[in-house]
């Protein structure tokens, strides 16, 4: 369907405005209330013990949700594509449950599990504290987290099929080596976007959060919930400004990190791609000298001879 240059302006100038008025402004609005005070003041507040802690357990969350999520990402994926097995679409069902259900639900649900009185909350007896400290943050933020990996890799596995996976199996090649040297690195892209999705969600979540956490500087208090502490408890207003503009800044810089790890694997393999076809070139121009050499062998017998003479002698007649 074409559009007249009218309407085409008119629906660009409808998308800007309105990413203007829903992102930018507020925002915008959050970077100028934090340094409205100065840089001194906003550095000030985000190197108090309480923000420093806070950074460190939300950076620590994601050190250790990303990894998990990628392995039983990967893994889920591979299943559900590859897999044939009872309950395959109740496996789809469960793994886009985080999407459907509130985090605060969420929360609840993990606190009638592992907190006092609940199925396993005999653990707490051992010394062992799950609901208000850190494990409890831990298992909400896997939970909310837990489809991204799986959702981004999935579509990549369809569309690549399973055809070069074969030929190495033909091969000769191992599971191990199949997946490492095929699937993983035609998997790749899907999969770092998988892995920015999870750690964005990771150092944003708030509502299953603030229903394990006990709120304690230092034990169980992320970035998100400082952010609200200040607002709402504290009454400090800029505080709260600068530990979302620290909380940005930190999103900003994983944003950056991932796109230039692309961009160096991207560059590899259009090099590596060069040389292939370079190489194939260069194989095509000699006349498939090199091929033919590997392919022939020399004859026996009294009046045999080095087999590249003969391919000599048979190119010349």
Do not use: C
């Not at 939300?58 to 250790?64: E, F, M, Q, W, Y």
């Not at 606190?111 to 009185?117: A, M, R």
């Not at 909350?121 to 909400?140: H, K, M, Q, Y």
Request: proline share 5%; no cysteine; glycine share 10%.
């Amino acid at each position: 369907m074409r559009l007249s240059p009218i309407t085409r302006y008119g629906l660009r100038a409808i998308a800007l405005i309105y990413l203007f008025i829903l992102l930018v402004v507020p925002v915008g609005l959050i970077f100028w209330r934090s340094f409205e005070h100065g840089f001194g003041q906003f550095w000030e507040w985000i190197t108090t013990p309480a923000a420093i802690s806070a950074l460190q357990l939300s950076l620590l969350i994601v050190v250790i949700v990303v990894p998990l999520n990628v392995v039983f990402g990967i893994t889920t994926a591979l299943a559900l594509v590859r897999g044939r097995f009872p309950g395959k679409r109740f496996l789809q069902s469960v793994v886009d449950l985080p999407f459907a259900v509130s985090p605060v639900v969420v929360g609840v649900a993990l606190i009638l599990l592992w907190g006092y009185g609940g199925w396993f909350g005999g653990i707490e007896s051992t010394g062992f504290r799950i609901i208000f400290g850190f494990p409890g943050l831990v298992l909400a933020t896997l939970f909310v987290t837990l489809p991204f990996v799986v959702r981004e890799v999935e579509p990549v596995l369809h569309e690549i099929g399973t055809e070069q996976e074969q030929a190495a199996a033909t091969l000769g090649a191992n599971s191990w080596q199949t997946f490492y040297r095929i699937t993983l690195p035609a998997i790749r892209w899907g999969l770092t976007y998988g892995i920015v999705l999870t750690i964005a969600r990771a150092l944003g979540e708030y509502g299953a959060v603030t229903m394990v956490s006990s709120n304690f500087p230092g034990i169980s208090q992320t970035l998100t919930l400082l952010v609200h502490s200040r607002y709402t408890d504290d009454y400090n207003e800029y505080g709260a400004y600068a530990a979302a503009t620290l909380l940005m800044f930190v999103a900003i810089l994983v944003l950056v990190a991932m796109t230039l790890i692309e961009r160096r694997a991207k560059g590899r393999y259009e090099r590596a791609s060069q040389y292939y076809h370079q190489d194939s070139a260069e194989t095509d121009t000699d006349g498939g000298h090199g091929s033919e050499e590997l392919v022939l062998t020399p004859p026996h017998g009294p009046e045999a001879i080095d087999s590249r003479q003969t391919i000599e002698q048979k190119e010349g007649v």
